[in-house]
C-alpha cells in the first residue's frame, strides 16, 4: 500500500510516518513539504534514515503534485496550525485560506484522479467558541472542570466534546478553513467515489514537536520552563485554569491504521480523537508539574482575554472506541516525560522552533 503525507516534515506529519511504518509492514510512504517551517528540516532526514521518499514542494500549487506518484491514500497534515493564524502580525487571512483550503482542494483533486482514499487531520477548533464558552465550569484543584449538575447542550459530556457539538460561528478562521476543508473532502468523495475519513484532533503532544505559545502548548510549556523564559497565564482571570487534553501520533496513527484496513463504505466518517479526561490538565498543574521536575518557575498573570482563547476543552473519543475499538494508550505523565527528556538533550530547541 502507497501513501502520501503532506506536511510530512511536520511534527505531526513526521510523527505520523514513523509510527505508521512501525505499526504495519505493508506501507510505502511518500511526503511533501514545502519546508517552511522551522526545524523542517530535522525531519527530513530522519524521515530519509527511515526510507520514507521526500518531495519538496508546496501543495498550494496544482502542478507540484505532478512530481507525485500514483498513491491508496493520501494523509492531509500540511497545515497552519494556529488558531491566531490570519490575525494582524502574524499570516495574514488569505495566506491562511491558501495554506489551508485551496491546498486541500489541490489534494482532493489528486484523489480524484487518482482514485485514492483521503485522510483530513482536522482539529478540535472546528467548534463553535461561544457555545463552548457558556459551558458550565466550576474551578477545582487549579482547573476549570465541567458542572454535570446541571443540563448539558448537545455533544458535551463528561467524557467530552463529540462530533455533535455545535460548529456555529465564530469558530476562527483557523477553525472555519478547517472546518470549509471538511466538508469538501465529504463532498468530493461522494462526488467522485473515493473514501474519506475525517479525524478531529484534540491537542497533539510528543517528543520533537516544534513549541510555540499558540501551538504545540505543551511541548512549548516544558521547554519555556527548563529555560526560564518569561511565560504567561493568558485571560480567564491569569490564574492558568484552562484546561485541554493531550495525546500522542502513536495512538492517532493507531487509529488512521485501522480506518485505513476498514470495508465498510457508509455510516460515519468524521471521529473526534484525544486523550480525554484522564489525559487532561490545565496550565496552572502543567506549572506545577514542570515545578516538581524542574524547580520552580512561575509564569506571569495577563486577565486581558485573548480572541478566540477558550477555558475548557476534552476531546470525547467514544465513536472511535465503538466502531474502531481505539483507545487512548499513552498517557499524559508518558507524554510529558517524553518531551522532558527532549528538551534535557535539546537546550536549543525553542530556538530550533523558530522563537
Known amino acids: 500500500m502507497n501513501i502520501l ?20 509492514e505493508d506501507l510505502s510512504i511518500y511526503g511533501i513539504d514545502n519546508l517552511m517551517r522551522p526545524g523542517s528540516e530535522i525531519n527530513r532526514r530522519g524521515l530519509k534514515s ?23 491514500w493520501v ?20 495566506q491562511l485560506a491558501e495554506h489551508n483550503l485551496t491546498s ?44 454535570c449538575t446541571v443540563p448539558l447542550s448537545r455533544g458535551v ?35 467522485f467515489g473515493f473514501p474519506v475519513w475525517i479525524n478531529r484532533c484534540g491537542v497533539l503532544a510528543g517528543a520533537g514537536q516544534f513549541g510555540t505559545p499558540d501551538q ?31 495525546f500522542h501520533p502513536r495512538d492517532l496513527a493507531a487509529l488512521v491504521s485501522a480506518q485505513l484496513s ?20 490545565s496550565l496552572a498543574q502543567l506549572t506545577e508539574w514542570c515545578n516538581s521536575r524542574f524547580g520552580p518557575h512561575q509564569p506571569q498573570a495577563d486577565d486581558l482575554p485573548r480572541q478566540y482563547d477558550i477555558p475548557w476543552m476534552i476531546m470525547d473519543s467514544s465513536d ?15 507524554i510529558l516525560d517524553e518531551i522532558s527528556r527532549h528538551a534535557e538533550e535539546h537546550p536549543e530547541w525553542l530556538e530550533v522552533s523558530g522563537l
Open 75 to 94: 494523509i492531509d497534515a500540511a497545515a497552519n496550525p494556529s488558531v491566531l493564524a490570519g490575525l494582524k502580525g502574524r499570516s495574514t487571512s488569505r
Open 216 to 246: 504545540g502548548i505543551f511541548s512549548y510549556w516544558i521547554n519555556a520552563h527548563i529555560r526560564r523564559r518569561p511565560m504567561q497565564y493568558i485571560g480567564f482571570g491569569g490564574f492558568g485554569y484552562q484546561v485541554r487534553d493531550a
Open 262 to 281: 476498514a470495508s465498510r463504505d457508509d455510516g460515519r466518517r468524521v471521529y473526534v480523537v484525544g486523550g480525554g479526561p484522564s489525559n487532561a490538565m
Open 320 to 334: 472511535a472506541g465503538t466502531d474502531f475499538g481505539w483507545r487512548c494508550n499513552q498517557n499524559l505523565g508518558e
Open 157 to 191: 459530556s463528561a467524557a467530552g466534546i463529540n462530533a455533535d457539538f455545535s460548529t456555529e460561528p465564530p469558530i476562527s478562521l483557523y477553525g472555519c478553513t478547517k472546518l470549509c476543508a471538511e466538508a469538501l473532502a465529504l463532498e468530493y468523495g461522494s462526488a
Open 104 to 147: 486541500t482542494i489541490n489534494v482532493l483533486e489528486y484523489c480524484k484522479n487518482n482514485g485514492a482514499g483521503f485522510f483530513l487531520l482536522s482539529t478540535s477548533r472546528v467548534y463553535s467558541i461561544a457555545a463552548l464558552a457558556s459551558l458550565p465550569l466550576k474551578t477545582r484543584e487549579k482547573a476549570f472542570y465541567l458542572d
Open 50 to 72: 527511515l526510507g520514507v521518499q521526500v518531495i519538496h514542494g508546496d501543495i498550494r500549487n496544482a502542478s507540484d503534485f505532478e512530481a507525485i506518484p500514483r498513491v491508496d
Open 5 to 24: 503525507i503532506t506536511g510530512i516534515c511536520g511534527f505531526v506529519g513526521s510523527s505520523m510516518a514513523q509510527c505508521l511504518l512501525e505499526q504495519r
